[in-house]
């Protein structure tokens, strides 16, 4: 589902952020790099006509030439639109990156205490810190959550999800 | 009429209490796969499809095609209730959706919507049970080049057609096939573009990536405007329902003509966004009244919802005759044929007969049981969207997190699908296409084999591809596809050159 009707009042407000031009431009350069080694690692293995016929590298490394001028069209598009349009508004940008970074941390913190104790973390963190609400709802719907979870997934279906050290006290 | 005894049969292979079971379940997760933000039909399905593994296919065909459904009929909800479309193709629907939601007839526009979607989605459902058998008999006979030439086709209608830059859509496919690539070779054993990392030798699973791609990028634009939602609330009950349905004979011609471009624009890849589109704009322009379209016309529901549903369905059937997906959805469940060990294409019609007509006979009932559902259950769904975002949001990424893990196994791929997640973002706002980026993913292997075999055939010269009538026409018509924005382009170059003639003259 996409949001784009809403109406945002502070974000019209608010009125700066980065504008969608540099981010056309670094993508598109991004792309090229990326493209630019995916050709090389290509050429590496060999791009061209084996004995059997067309070795490994073949098709990709046509493919990477191919995205990589691809790249160099959004670049010199980008560049020669003087377009003052905004990619995102500081306020949406800080909006993003406080459900990212606790989403980067919670997906960190999977191989350590296992996929179920996280979850329950994550989500009683963010309702407390984004949505305001007491400890103990935070807490109760993370851990409610998790108990459902982990009876579909390990106890219905045997799905084993990565566990810690609290399952591992109660012997799973 | 052969087709009717091999349907009768899928019936007899689907009516089940098992079957019907999962169809319910498949249709109500739909839905609420639909309505909320970041779940839509291509990943709802990506994180349900591992918990298929062990059941046969065709339950697990029937579970994760009812899905599809429900996510089809769910995104209206949100079109009409909130404004905000579910999925690109319910973009239309809120034209005039919101504004009857906001006239208090709420009730009134989703019932349009729905039975809209239906009338749609049995049209299509109909197409396919007379045509795909006939299409794949046909592909029979199909060797690599033919092969090369229909996948290559599919790639060329995405750019020919496709609303964004032509060299973003280039490029998100490029990407697509580059990402297919990475791994270990199966001809040569070579590994490629693995950079020395060992997590990469298997090569990025296309689940885990639309997941990131679809859902979680999508929690990040939601996120965007904030925690807060708006909505109308809406109630349907069988007055309205009866009193709506006694006026749809009244748009009879504006559903055909739907139904037409519908069908049309979904064997052709990446239509059904064009598709509604076209229905809507069809029924403004032969309206007796276009001044009251954008404030509430009910035919500006109707139109566009069953060309959507009739494109969404008829996207099925290339899918389903040539192993071509037609929609970013039909990839990811041409993606779960593989893991259960069918070979998508031609043969799937003559060597797995219960599992195609079962699906097929799965589609009709799907939609009708769906139909049923979804007029019962909206009061519930709309209540869904009040819950607040800063709940449903984690819960959603945690979803996702558990579906891209259980693919493999693997926590490693959870990282994949939140790299994903950012590109997918960024890529969004910046308007690369998405479809053909998994389109290409999920086929870029078999298409890479097509070419190396035909390359190996010809000693590399392409013009295999024009060897005979059937791949030299295919191959013509993709790459007459390919060029045909330039012919826009032109005659808008030589029109403007000529009224700036007119002017000075």
Not at chain 2, 443 to 462: I, N, P, V, Y
Not at chain 2, 467 to 484: H, K
Request: charged share 10%; hydrophobic share 55%; proline share 5%.
């Amino acid at each position: 589902m996409s949001v784009t009707e809403l109406v945002s009042e502070e974000g019209a407000q608010e009125g700066k952020g980065i504008s969608r031009r540099s981010v056309e431009l670094v993508v598109a350069f991004v792309l090229m790099v990326l493209c630019a080694a995916l050709a090389w690692d290509n050429n590496k293995i060999g791009a061209g006509w084996g004995g059997a016929g067309p070795e490994a590298g073949y098709f990709p490394f046509r493919l990477a030439v191919g995205v990589g001028l691809c790249g160099l069209a959004i670049f010199i598009s980008a560049f020669r639109e003087g377009n003052s349009e905004l990619f995102a508004t500081w306020l949406q940008l800080k909006r993003v990156f406080q459900l990212l970074v606790p989403l980067l941390v919670y997906v960190a913190s999977i191989s350590y205490l296992g996929i179920y104790l996280s979850s329950a973390l994550f989500i009683a963190c963010f309702m407390k810190f984004a949505g305001g609400y007491s400890i103990l709802r935070s807490l109760a719907t993370g851990v409610i959550t998790n108990l459902v979870m982990f009876y579909v997934f390990e106890l219905q279906f045997s799905v084993p999800l990565p566990k810690g050290p609290i399952e591992a006290l109660f012997g799973f | 009429m052969e087709e009717l005894s091999l349907l009768a049969n899928g019936f007899g292979v689907i009516l089940t209490w098992q079957n019907i079971g999962l169809m319910m379940i498949g249709i109500l997760l739909g839905i609420i796969v639909g309505v909320l933000p970041g779940l839509g039909g291509p990943n709802g399905v990506a994180i349900l499809l591992p918990l298929t593994f062990g059941m046969s296919p065709t339950s697990a065909i029937i579970l994760l095609s009812c899905i599809y459904w429900g996510a089809l009929f769910g995104g209206a909800i949100t079109s009409v209730l909130f404004n905000i479309p579910g999925e690109a193709w319910s973009v239309a629907t809120t034209f005039d959706g919101y504004p009857m939601a906001q006239n208090g007839q709420a009730g009134a526009a989703l019932t349009n919507a729905f039975s809209g979607s239906f009338i749609g989605a049995i049209t299509g459902v109909l197409l396919i049970t007379f045509l795909a058998p006939r299409v794949a008999a046909f592909a029979l006979e199909f060797g690599p080049p033919e092969f090369f030439a229909v996948f290559f086709l599919t790639f060329c209608s995405f750019i020919g057609l496709g609303k964004e830059p032509k060299a973003k859509i280039m490029a998100a496919m490029g990407l697509g096939l580059l990402l297919a690539a990475v791994g270990m070779d199966t001809v040569s054993g070579d590994l490629r573009m693995t950079f020395g990392s060992r997590e990469l030798m298997r090569g990025f699973d296309f689940l885990v990536v639309v997941i990131g791609l679809f859902g979680i990028s999508e929690i990040l634009i939601t996120i965007e405007e904030g925690l807060a939602f708006k909505g109308k609330s809406a109630k349907i009950d069988l007055k309205v329902v009866l009193k709506t349905w006694a006026q749809l004979p009244r748009y009879f011609v504006t559903m055909i003509r739907s139904c037409v471009v519908g069908c049309w624009m979904g064997i052709t890849p990446g239509g059904a966004v064009a598709a509604s589109f076209m229905g809507y704009g069809l029924a403004k322009r032969f309206s007796k009244e276009p001044d009251s379209f954008g404030k509430g016309n009910p035919e500006g529901v109707l139109a566009p919802e069953t060309a959507a549903h009739a494109a969404g369905t008829a996207a099925l059937l290339p899918m389903l005759a040539l192993g071509i997906p037609g929609s970013a959805t039909a990839a990811v469940l041409l993606g779960g044929l593989m893991i259960w060990g069918l070979q998508p294409g031609p043969l799937l019609f003559t060597e797995q007969k219960d599992f195609v007509w079962g699906l097929i006979a799965s589609m009709y009932l799907g939609n009708i049981a769906g139909l049923i559902i979804v007029l019962s259950t909206v009061p519930l769904f709309a209540a869904i969207l009040k819950v607040p975002f800063s709940i449903i949001a984690p819960m959603i990424l945690m979803v996702c997190a558990v579906g891209a893990y259980t693919v493999l196994g693997s926590v490693h791929d959870i990282w994949i699908m939140a790299l994903f997640g950012i590109v997918g973002y960024i890529f969004k706002k910046l308007t690369y296409p998405l479809a053909p980026l998994v389109l290409a993913l999920v086929l870029g292997d078999r298409l890479e084999d097509a070419f190396r075999q035909s390359m190996l055939t010809s000693k590399g010269s392409l013009d295999i591809f024009w060897s005979n009538g059937l791949c030299g026409s295919i191959t013509t018509i993709a790459i007459l596809l390919l060029i045909s924005p330039a012919f826009g382009w032109i005659r808008d170059r030589i029109k403007a050159s000529k009224s700036a003639e007119s002017k000075f003259a």
